[in-house]
Protein backbone atom coordinates (compact mmCIF):
# COMPACT_ATOMS: atom_id res chain seq x y z
CA UNK A 1 0.00 0.00 0.00
CA UNK A 2 1.37 3.56 -0.97
CA UNK A 3 -0.51 6.45 -0.71
CA UNK A 4 0.36 10.45 -0.79
CA UNK A 5 -2.53 12.45 1.29
CA UNK A 6 -2.48 16.05 2.37
CA UNK A 7 -2.02 16.43 6.40
CA UNK A 8 -5.34 18.60 6.63
CA UNK A 9 -7.21 15.86 4.69
CA UNK A 10 -5.61 13.28 6.72
CA UNK A 11 -5.91 14.73 10.20
CA UNK A 12 -10.03 15.58 9.35
CA UNK A 13 -10.64 11.98 8.28
CA UNK A 14 -8.63 10.33 11.65
CA UNK A 15 -10.74 13.23 14.07
CA UNK A 16 -13.97 11.60 12.73
CA UNK A 17 -13.02 7.87 13.22
CA UNK A 18 -11.40 8.45 16.22
CA UNK A 19 -14.38 9.25 17.98
CA UNK A 20 -16.05 6.20 17.62
CA UNK A 21 -12.93 4.66 19.13
CA UNK A 22 -11.13 6.57 21.79
CA UNK A 23 -13.85 5.62 24.92
CA UNK A 24 -12.79 2.12 24.59
CA UNK A 25 -9.74 2.33 26.88
CA UNK A 26 -6.34 2.30 26.09
CA UNK A 27 -4.69 -0.64 24.29
CA UNK A 28 -8.13 -2.33 23.69
CA UNK A 29 -8.34 -4.72 21.31
CA UNK A 30 -11.51 -2.53 19.78
CA UNK A 31 -9.50 0.86 20.17
CA UNK A 32 -8.09 0.92 16.37
CA UNK A 33 -8.41 1.94 12.94
CA UNK A 34 -8.01 0.57 9.63
CA UNK A 35 -6.83 2.10 6.86
CA UNK A 36 -7.86 0.20 3.34
CA UNK A 37 -7.03 1.58 -0.22
CA UNK A 38 -9.28 -0.27 -2.63
CA UNK A 39 -9.59 0.50 -6.28
CA UNK A 40 -9.88 4.55 -6.09
CA UNK A 41 -10.81 5.21 -3.10
CA UNK A 42 -9.25 5.24 0.58
CA UNK A 43 -11.18 4.34 3.79
CA UNK A 44 -10.45 5.37 7.11
CA UNK A 45 -12.54 3.69 9.94
CA UNK A 46 -12.95 2.53 13.31
CA UNK A 47 -15.67 1.12 15.43
CA UNK A 48 -16.38 1.39 19.02
CA UNK A 49 -18.95 0.03 21.50
CA UNK A 50 -21.99 2.42 20.56
CA UNK A 51 -20.30 4.30 17.12
CA UNK A 52 -18.91 3.18 13.84
CA UNK A 53 -16.88 5.50 11.88
CA UNK A 54 -15.81 5.19 8.40
CA UNK A 55 -14.56 8.24 6.24
CA UNK A 56 -13.49 8.07 3.14
CA UNK A 57 -11.89 10.21 0.37
CA UNK A 58 -11.70 9.47 -3.62
CA UNK A 59 -8.43 9.80 -6.41
CA UNK A 60 -10.94 12.92 -7.94
CA UNK A 61 -10.14 14.95 -4.45
CA UNK A 62 -6.61 16.52 -5.60
CA UNK A 63 -5.25 16.58 -2.06
CA UNK A 64 -4.68 12.48 -2.45
CA UNK A 65 -3.05 9.87 -4.95
CA UNK A 66 -2.76 6.35 -4.88
CA UNK A 67 0.04 4.27 -5.97
CA UNK A 68 -0.81 1.20 -4.83
CA UNK A 69 -3.84 -0.58 -2.64
CA UNK A 70 -3.92 -2.34 0.10
CA UNK A 71 -4.75 -1.73 4.55
CA UNK A 72 -3.36 -2.18 7.90
CA UNK A 73 -5.07 -1.19 11.05
CA UNK A 74 -3.19 0.14 13.85
CA UNK A 75 -3.60 1.27 17.43
CA UNK A 76 -6.36 4.61 17.22
CA UNK A 77 -4.68 6.77 19.81
CA UNK A 78 -0.65 6.63 18.38
CA UNK A 79 -2.21 7.16 14.81
CA UNK A 80 -4.26 10.48 16.73
CA UNK A 81 -1.75 12.08 18.23
CA UNK A 82 0.87 11.26 15.52
CA UNK A 83 -1.27 12.82 12.65
CA UNK A 84 -2.04 15.81 14.45
CA UNK A 85 1.75 16.60 15.65
CA UNK A 86 2.59 16.49 11.79
CA UNK A 87 3.76 19.96 10.08
CA UNK A 88 4.75 19.02 6.59
CA UNK A 89 1.68 19.52 4.07
CA UNK A 90 2.16 16.51 2.39
CA UNK A 91 2.02 12.52 4.43
CA UNK A 92 3.21 9.72 2.61
CA UNK A 93 1.89 6.15 4.36
CA UNK A 94 3.00 3.40 3.25
CA UNK A 95 2.83 -0.46 3.96
CA UNK A 96 6.13 -2.26 2.88
CA UNK A 97 6.47 -5.16 5.46
CA UNK A 98 3.46 -6.71 6.38
CA UNK A 99 1.33 -5.46 9.24
CA UNK A 100 4.38 -2.58 9.58
CA UNK A 101 3.07 0.61 8.98
CA UNK A 102 5.83 3.66 7.63
CA UNK A 103 4.41 7.03 7.94
CA UNK A 104 6.70 9.91 6.17
CA UNK A 105 6.17 14.08 6.55
CA UNK A 106 9.13 16.33 5.70
CA UNK A 107 11.84 14.99 8.21
CA UNK A 108 9.42 12.93 10.38
CA UNK A 109 9.36 9.38 9.79
CA UNK A 110 7.42 6.83 12.17
CA UNK A 111 6.95 3.61 11.92
CA UNK A 112 3.66 1.61 13.67
CA UNK A 113 3.62 -1.93 14.34
CA UNK A 114 -0.11 -3.14 13.01
CA UNK A 115 -2.47 -5.67 14.00
CA UNK A 116 -4.19 -8.21 11.94
CA UNK A 117 -7.15 -7.36 10.26
CA UNK A 118 -9.35 -10.56 11.89
CA UNK A 119 -8.35 -9.66 15.34
CA UNK A 120 -10.86 -6.41 15.03
CA UNK A 121 -14.25 -6.26 15.08
CA UNK A 122 -14.94 -5.91 10.85
CA UNK A 123 -16.40 -2.26 9.00
CA UNK A 124 -17.47 -3.83 5.98
CA UNK A 125 -16.80 -1.89 2.65
CA UNK A 126 -19.89 -3.25 1.11
CA UNK A 127 -22.59 -0.59 0.20
CA UNK A 128 -25.93 -0.95 2.19
CA UNK A 129 -28.60 -1.34 0.15
CA UNK A 130 -31.06 0.98 0.40
CA UNK A 131 -34.27 0.72 2.85
CA UNK A 132 -37.90 2.82 2.68
CA UNK A 133 -36.61 4.04 6.05
CA UNK A 134 -34.57 6.35 4.64
CA UNK A 135 -35.06 10.12 4.58
CA UNK A 136 -33.25 13.29 3.88
CA UNK A 137 -32.63 16.11 6.69
CA UNK A 138 -30.98 19.63 6.22
CA UNK A 139 -27.52 19.71 8.02
CA UNK A 140 -27.78 23.16 9.08
CA UNK A 141 -31.27 21.74 11.24
CA UNK A 142 -30.04 18.45 12.33
CA UNK A 143 -27.03 19.81 14.29
CA UNK A 144 -28.54 22.52 16.06
CA UNK A 145 -31.42 21.29 17.60
CA UNK A 146 -29.17 17.40 18.22
CA UNK A 147 -27.14 20.14 20.53
CA UNK A 148 -30.07 21.37 21.86
CA UNK A 149 -32.06 17.87 23.13
CA UNK A 150 -29.54 15.47 23.50
CA UNK A 151 -27.59 17.31 26.78
CA UNK A 152 -31.22 17.26 28.77
CA UNK A 153 -30.88 13.33 28.49
CA UNK A 154 -30.01 11.59 31.87
CA UNK A 155 -26.35 10.84 32.61
CA UNK A 156 -27.02 8.01 34.77
CA UNK A 157 -28.19 4.33 33.67
CA UNK A 158 -30.94 3.85 36.62
CA UNK A 159 -33.29 4.16 33.46
CA UNK A 160 -31.43 3.35 30.24
CA UNK A 161 -34.05 4.61 27.91
CA UNK A 162 -33.57 8.26 29.82
CA UNK A 163 -29.86 7.77 28.51
CA UNK A 164 -31.09 8.54 24.87
CA UNK A 165 -32.57 10.56 22.94
CA UNK A 166 -36.08 9.43 21.37
CA UNK A 167 -36.25 10.07 17.82
CA UNK A 168 -39.80 10.11 15.46
CA UNK A 169 -40.34 10.22 11.99
CA UNK A 170 -43.94 11.26 11.13
CA UNK A 171 -45.03 12.76 7.35
CA UNK A 172 -42.02 15.15 6.66
CA UNK A 173 -41.32 16.00 10.24
CA UNK A 174 -38.23 15.03 12.50
CA UNK A 175 -39.16 14.71 16.17
CA UNK A 176 -35.99 14.78 18.75
CA UNK A 177 -37.17 14.28 22.79
CA UNK A 178 -34.96 13.79 25.77
CA UNK A 179 -35.60 14.16 29.31
CA UNK A 180 -33.68 12.84 32.62
CA UNK A 181 -37.02 11.73 33.73
CA UNK A 182 -37.11 14.10 36.79
CA UNK A 183 -36.08 18.05 36.07
CA UNK A 184 -36.29 18.59 32.37
CA UNK A 185 -37.29 17.86 28.97
CA UNK A 186 -36.42 19.21 25.74
CA UNK A 187 -38.10 18.54 22.92
CA UNK A 188 -37.88 20.26 19.19
CA UNK A 189 -38.98 19.29 15.36
CA UNK A 190 -37.46 20.19 11.90
CA UNK A 191 -39.01 19.68 8.48
CA UNK A 192 -37.39 16.19 6.36
CA UNK A 193 -37.60 14.98 2.93
CA UNK A 194 -39.18 11.95 3.51
CA UNK A 195 -41.19 10.54 0.08
CA UNK A 196 -41.64 7.80 1.37
CA UNK A 197 -44.00 8.76 3.93
CA UNK A 198 -42.41 6.30 6.48
CA UNK A 199 -43.34 6.47 10.09
CA UNK A 200 -40.66 5.24 12.84
CA UNK A 201 -39.63 5.51 16.04
CA UNK A 202 -36.04 4.63 18.22
CA UNK A 203 -33.98 5.95 21.10
CA UNK A 204 -30.34 6.87 20.28
CA UNK A 205 -27.90 7.22 23.08
CA UNK A 206 -27.31 10.70 23.77
CA UNK A 207 -23.61 10.65 23.79
CA UNK A 208 -23.42 9.08 20.62
CA UNK A 209 -25.72 11.95 18.66
CA UNK A 210 -23.49 14.51 20.59
CA UNK A 211 -20.42 13.39 19.24
CA UNK A 212 -22.39 12.74 15.91
CA UNK A 213 -23.56 16.49 15.66
CA UNK A 214 -19.93 17.43 16.03
CA UNK A 215 -19.16 15.32 13.28
CA UNK A 216 -21.39 16.45 10.74
CA UNK A 217 -20.71 20.39 11.96
CA UNK A 218 -17.34 19.48 10.30
CA UNK A 219 -17.91 18.24 6.87
CA UNK A 220 -19.08 20.52 4.93
CA UNK A 221 -22.38 18.52 3.30
CA UNK A 222 -25.57 20.59 3.34
CA UNK A 223 -27.90 17.42 3.74
CA UNK A 224 -27.77 14.50 5.63
CA UNK A 225 -29.08 10.75 4.89
CA UNK A 226 -30.63 9.12 7.50
CA UNK A 227 -31.39 5.06 7.63
CA UNK A 228 -33.07 3.21 10.19
CA UNK A 229 -34.09 -0.19 11.55
CA UNK A 230 -34.44 -1.73 14.85
CA UNK A 231 -30.72 -2.33 15.36
CA UNK A 232 -28.73 0.67 14.18
CA UNK A 233 -28.51 4.57 12.76
CA UNK A 234 -27.07 5.50 9.76
CA UNK A 235 -26.30 8.86 8.82
CA UNK A 236 -24.76 9.14 5.58
CA UNK A 237 -22.68 12.42 3.86
CA UNK A 238 -20.86 11.74 0.53
CA UNK A 239 -17.39 11.21 2.71
CA UNK A 240 -18.75 10.49 6.17
CA UNK A 241 -20.40 6.67 6.93
CA UNK A 242 -21.69 6.79 10.68
CA UNK A 243 -23.57 3.89 12.85
CA UNK A 244 -24.78 4.14 15.75
CA UNK A 245 -26.60 1.28 18.17
CA UNK A 246 -29.97 2.30 19.35
CA UNK A 247 -30.82 1.64 23.12
CA UNK A 248 -34.13 -0.78 23.37
CA UNK A 249 -36.90 -0.22 25.18
CA UNK A 250 -40.04 1.96 25.01
CA UNK A 251 -39.89 5.62 25.76
CA UNK A 252 -42.60 7.36 28.28
CA UNK A 253 -45.03 9.72 26.84
CA UNK A 254 -43.91 12.98 27.45
CA UNK A 255 -46.73 15.07 26.09
CA UNK A 256 -48.60 14.89 29.88
CA UNK A 257 -45.27 16.35 31.11
CA UNK A 258 -45.97 20.16 29.31
CA UNK A 259 -48.73 21.93 31.36
CA UNK A 260 -51.10 23.48 29.06
CA UNK A 261 -52.37 26.23 31.14
CA UNK A 262 -50.42 29.38 32.18
CA UNK A 263 -50.31 32.48 34.58
CA UNK A 264 -47.78 34.24 33.21
CA UNK A 265 -45.94 34.88 29.95
CA UNK A 266 -42.56 36.89 29.24
CA UNK A 267 -40.55 38.07 26.26
CA UNK A 268 -36.66 38.62 26.49
CA UNK A 269 -33.69 39.10 24.85
CA UNK A 270 -31.70 35.35 24.75
CA UNK A 271 -28.37 36.69 25.14
CA UNK A 272 -29.01 39.42 27.46
CA UNK A 273 -30.76 36.65 29.67
CA UNK A 274 -28.01 34.40 29.17
CA UNK A 275 -25.63 36.73 30.37
CA UNK A 276 -27.47 38.25 33.10
CA UNK A 277 -27.72 34.20 34.15
CA UNK A 278 -23.57 34.11 33.73
CA UNK A 279 -23.45 36.21 36.29
CA UNK A 280 -25.69 35.51 39.08
CA UNK A 281 -24.81 31.91 39.07
CA UNK A 282 -21.30 32.86 39.65
CA UNK A 283 -21.99 33.29 43.72
CA UNK A 284 -25.15 30.52 43.01
CA UNK A 285 -24.94 28.35 45.73
CA UNK A 286 -25.62 24.23 44.40
CA UNK A 287 -26.65 26.58 41.50
CA UNK A 288 -29.81 27.82 42.65
CA UNK A 289 -31.08 30.92 41.30
CA UNK A 290 -34.21 32.71 41.76
CA UNK A 291 -35.93 34.43 38.93
CA UNK A 292 -38.22 37.30 40.11
CA UNK A 293 -40.91 39.29 37.39
CA UNK A 294 -42.76 42.50 38.53
CA UNK A 295 -44.03 45.34 36.28
CA UNK A 296 -42.11 44.36 33.00
CA UNK A 297 -38.41 43.69 34.69
CA UNK A 298 -36.63 40.61 35.23
CA UNK A 299 -34.33 40.08 38.73
CA UNK A 300 -32.28 37.25 39.11
CA UNK A 301 -31.03 36.41 42.95
CA UNK A 302 -28.46 33.87 43.95
CA UNK A 303 -26.39 33.79 47.09
CA UNK A 304 -24.16 31.38 49.43
CA UNK A 305 -24.23 32.03 53.38
CA UNK A 306 -20.34 31.73 53.19
CA UNK A 307 -19.53 33.82 50.32
CA UNK A 308 -22.50 36.31 49.73
CA UNK A 309 -25.09 36.94 47.07
CA UNK A 310 -25.86 39.23 43.82
CA UNK A 311 -28.96 40.16 42.14
CA UNK A 312 -29.11 41.96 38.51
CA UNK A 313 -31.96 42.80 36.30
CA UNK A 314 -33.17 43.08 32.90
CA UNK A 315 -35.73 44.79 31.08
CA UNK A 316 -38.48 42.41 29.53
CA UNK A 317 -39.69 42.90 25.96
CA UNK A 318 -43.06 41.79 26.87
CA UNK A 319 -45.09 41.04 29.97
CA UNK A 320 -48.87 39.23 29.79
CA UNK A 321 -50.16 37.89 33.42
CA UNK A 322 -49.24 37.96 36.97
CA UNK A 323 -46.11 38.90 38.60
CA UNK A 324 -44.16 35.81 40.15
CA UNK A 325 -41.00 34.42 41.86
CA UNK A 326 -39.53 30.77 41.24
CA UNK A 327 -36.09 29.19 41.55
CA UNK A 328 -34.53 27.13 39.01
CA UNK A 329 -31.13 25.33 38.20
CA UNK A 330 -29.21 27.82 36.82
CA UNK A 331 -26.66 26.11 35.36
CA UNK A 332 -29.59 23.82 33.63
CA UNK A 333 -31.01 27.08 31.84
CA UNK A 334 -27.73 28.35 30.47
CA UNK A 335 -26.70 25.31 29.16
CA UNK A 336 -29.80 25.25 26.73
CA UNK A 337 -29.43 28.61 26.69
CA UNK A 338 -26.50 28.91 24.87
CA UNK A 339 -28.25 25.97 21.87
CA UNK A 340 -30.52 28.18 21.20
CA UNK A 341 -30.01 30.03 18.51
CA UNK A 342 -33.03 32.92 18.68
CA UNK A 343 -32.92 36.49 19.29
CA UNK A 344 -35.84 36.25 21.86
CA UNK A 345 -37.11 33.57 23.62
CA UNK A 346 -40.81 33.26 25.65
CA UNK A 347 -41.06 31.54 29.17
CA UNK A 348 -44.28 30.93 30.56
CA UNK A 349 -44.98 30.30 34.37
CA UNK A 350 -47.68 27.79 35.10
CA UNK A 351 -47.34 28.08 38.91
CA UNK A 352 -45.04 27.86 41.83
CA UNK A 353 -44.52 24.15 42.21
CA UNK A 354 -44.83 23.58 38.05
CA UNK A 355 -42.17 23.56 35.56
CA UNK A 356 -41.29 27.01 33.25
CA UNK A 357 -41.37 26.23 29.36
CA UNK A 358 -39.10 27.90 27.31
CA UNK A 359 -40.27 28.61 23.77
CA UNK A 360 -39.48 30.28 20.42
CA UNK A 361 -40.94 33.50 20.17
CA UNK A 362 -41.29 33.05 16.24
CA UNK A 363 -44.11 30.86 14.84
CA UNK A 364 -42.17 28.96 12.36
CA UNK A 365 -40.05 27.67 14.98
CA UNK A 366 -40.81 24.12 16.84
CA UNK A 367 -39.10 23.59 20.21
CA UNK A 368 -39.47 23.74 23.98
CA UNK A 369 -37.53 23.13 26.95
CA UNK A 370 -39.18 22.05 30.21
CA UNK A 371 -37.01 22.98 33.77
CA UNK A 372 -38.93 21.99 37.30
CA UNK A 373 -38.45 24.75 39.92
CA UNK A 374 -36.73 23.62 42.98
CA UNK A 375 -38.76 24.00 46.16
CA UNK A 376 -37.51 26.28 48.79
CA UNK A 377 -38.65 27.21 52.33
CA UNK A 378 -40.18 30.31 50.86
CA UNK A 379 -42.22 28.42 48.14
Known sequence: MLIHISRELLVKAIQHVYKAVSNNGRGSMISVINILVQNEWIFISGTGTSLAVQYKVCTSDSK?????????????????????????????????????????????????????HTDIPYFSQNKYQQTTNQFIVPCNLLVPMIKQ???????????????????????????????????????????????????????????????????????????????LNHYEIRFMTPNLLIKSAVIEGLYPSTRNLVPHIHVSEVVLDNISFRQLLDRVSVLAGYHLVTMQISEGRLTLLSNTAEIGGISDELDLKEQSGENFSITINGKFLISTLRCVNEDYIRIRFTGSRSPILLLPVREERDWLFLLTPVLTKSS
Do not use: H
Open 64 to 116: VRIFNQGSITCQANYLYEISRKLVDDIVIIEVIEQRILYITSGSTQVRLNGML
Open 149 to 227: VAGVASTTDAKPVFMGVCLEIQGSQLTMIATDGVVRMARCSIPIENDAGWTGISIIPATSLIDIAKMLTNDGFTDVVIE
